[in-house]
């Protein structure tokens, strides 16, 4: 069973920076995402990554700020965040994919298998 854990959540003001971290249990040979879902909104790609951590891609609203990474050693995923805007307030959540999903389809919620339980991340002005 795949189990997946966020941590990392916080309130900062803008302009500040979080590091979102997702514990994938040993599962580590398979493409991950980042996702975000505000209220009253959908869940929202933001970023993915590969299997191997060689290929990544990010939605266009968090590209230069945010950088997904994989330690595989450690079966963890990242997001790093920087320059916080209020618009990026959402639960964020890591998911797992266990199957080939062509680049473009890696940020879309129904391509994904397995997700954790969300961390909340909160900016404010």
């Known amino acids: 069973q795949v189990l997946l854990v966020e941590s990392g959540g916080d309130s900062v003001q803008a302009g500040g920076s979080l590091r979102l971290s997702c514990d994938a249990s040993?599962?580590?040979?398979?493409?991950m995402a980042w996702f975000r879902q505000a209220p009253g909104k959908e869940r929202e790609g933001v970023a993915h990554?590969?299997?191997?951590?060689?290929?990544?891609g990010y939605t266009d609203s968090v590209q230069g700020r945010f950088t997904i990474s994989r330690d595989s050693t450690k079966n963890i995923l990242y997001l790093q965040m920087n320059n916080l805007k209020p618009e990026d307030t959402a639960v964020y959540y890591c998911a797992l994919r266990l199957n080939w999903a062509p680049t473009t389809a890696r940020l879309k919620a129904a391509f994904y298998d397995y997700w954790g339980q969300g961390t909340q991340v909160t900016v404010s002005s």
């Open positions: 040993g599962y580590t040979r398979y493409g």
């Open positions: 990554i590969s299997s191997a951590g060689t290929s990544t």
